[in-house]
């Protein structure tokens, strides 16, 4: 649609309101509307500030009036520090973050007028205007497509009486077409490192060993890439002229007393001048910092993740997002191709044990992960010594995230938490994604998991409208008429979500955020659920007390027990 052509009312306004612009300020010599190739509307006009002439175009967008026309310079004019470059549009008063649709573009000269006779002051010197835009780091990263990610903490490990340091550093480093980012990894050569980041990296980057120089001196001319800046550097720094003598290519960092820190790849060329290739440097604040979770609490505990497909998979990584770093995973499966459409892993995992590919995953979340893994179904044929080992490995976690869906598996793990007085939490998607069912249980707080599940269970045939679907799998059911339904991923991540709150829950301590400690989940509108999220509480009954895990305190007891059973040995 063309906006002008739909609301010709409002084409008028935005010409009169030039019009009125002229006739009140001498400083608007021209005025002209015309149409470009795209059919866009554009008034031509001309500002003079100081005896200076200032061509500009006023563009609407097609968006226009919900967005704001584009003022550009004629050529490739630098009018402005507001500006997005030579020949650029000038950042005026009205942008699209504080937009008003009442705005004309007759208003936005007006400001370009503003602007350019603020830093043009009469007395012929230079001034900046006041800036009330405040550009993100993402929108500056725009234009820096070489950048060196430096985790919290690094630079503490420079602080010491040494004025004057030149170090190995260790790097990696990942590429996508003509942009690169490089990691600070370790400062200090292996072995003998004064800081080693803990931070997340990403795998299959390249490795690179570089150089950190710390400074007193004044290396401006470096960080301007001056054609003068290794002429007298033998004398200044002559570790670094050693290693450029070399003539390949180097990686080095600057720190200067005065603050300033500026990184480059450096090239050797063949006249001697070696070519510097600046990267923006980005200080990460502590990852801590973005989660409201008790971190620490929560890291010192063990989660259980049996069952690492779709909802297991999307737990975990949410866990470790919250601050989880130790991980028991549990699941014999291979991850196919087929697992793409639900499963937090991607097509890296494909061929792998999900475990391991899950270990992984999390081991790009969060740094320092403690993943144990164990490749096997509970109650599957596997040797008995392996199954006990794993449901031993199971109970000593400090939480049971059960994500099978398999019966035998959910009543191993209810012995399991049952006997060693542990917490658990399971989910499960309903055939067709029509909803699900996230549930916990804790000790003496809640029924042990088995009696749990029995009481939701019971609850669900009680609702007396029976789920008639026939499961053809377990995310898809077959209504008879119409397609079936599907679980999707968006469905299995709903219900994956409601059972990460349920853990980090439990995994804070203190009192609970959850009234309930079961609940029906509507993702559509089927079966009891009137609508997608249609969410119904369970209410669980009769905790009781769960069974006393054995201590040293019951050593004379078990003496005395083993003394009844145990047949003496006769000579």
Known sequence: M?????????????????????????????????????????????????????????????????????????????????????????????????????????????????????????????????????????????????????????????????????????????????????????????????????????????????????????????????????????????????????????????????????????????????????????????????????REAIALSRVAIVGCGSVGSKVAASLARAGVRKFLFVDEDIFLTGNLVRNELDARAIGWHKVDALADRIAQIVPDADIVTRKLALGSQTSGTAMESALEMIGDCDLIVEATGD?????????????????????????????????????????????ARNQITTWCEDRNTPWAAEARNPYEADRGEGPPFIADDADVSVVAAHASRFAIDILQGGDTSFPHSAYAIGLKKAWIFEAPFDTWPIELRGSGRWEQAVGASHGEEITAFLSEIIDEEHS
């Open 2 to 294: 063309i906006w002008w052509w739909a609301d010709q009312q409002r084409t008028r306004t935005e010409k009169a309101a030039f019009g009125v612009l002229q006739e009140e300020h001498d400083w608007l010599t021209s005025v002209r509307f015309k149409h470009l190739d795209n059919l866009q509307l554009c008034a031509d006009v001309e500002i003079t500030h100081g005896g200076e002439k200032f061509p500009l175009a006023v563009i609407y967008p097609t968006t226009f009036p919900d967005t704001p026309p584009i003022v550009v310079p004629y050529g490739e004019r630098r009018l402005s520090d507001h500006q997005y470059g030579p020949g650029g549009e000038l950042c005026l008063q009205w942008r699209p973050d504080n937009w008003d649709p009442a705005v004309t573009g007759a208003m936005m000269i007006e400001s370009a007028q503003g602007l350019i006779a603020s830093e043009r002051p009469a007395d012929g010197s230079s001034a900046v205007a006041l800036s009330a835009h405040q550009t993100s780091l993402a929108a500056e990263l725009r234009f820096e497509s070489w950048r060196l990610m430096v985790p919290d903490g690094a630079w503490a490990s420079l602080d010491g009486p040494l004025l004057e340091l030149m170090v190995e550093i260790s790097l990696v480093q990942t590429a996508r077409q003509l942009n690169r980012v490089a990691y600070l990894r370790a400062i200090g050569t292996e072995g003998s490192e004064l800081w080693v980041s803990h931070a997340p990296a990403p795998t299959s980057a390249a490795k690179r060993i570089g150089y950190l120089l710390r400074t007193e001196q004044d290396m401006s001319v470096l960080a301007l890439h001056g054609g003068g800046a290794f002429d007298d550097l033998a004398d200044r720094v002559p570790e670094l002229a050693a290693i450029l003598a070399k003539g390949e290519p180097t990686f080095l960092i600057v720190v200067e007393g005065s603050g300033r820190l500026t990184a480059f790849d450096i090239l050797p060329k063949k006249d001697g001048k070696p070519l510097l290739l600046p990267y923006r440097v980005i200080e990460e604040g502590a990852l801590a910092r973005r989660s409201a979770s008790n």
């Open 407 to 451: 019966a035998t598996s959910f009543n191993l793990c209810a012995g399991a938490a049952k006997r060693n007085r542990k917490p658990m939490v399971w989910a499960e998607v309903f055939a067709g994604g029509v909803g699900g069912i996230v549930a916990r249980a804790r000790p003496d707080l809640d029924p042990p998991p088995l009696t």
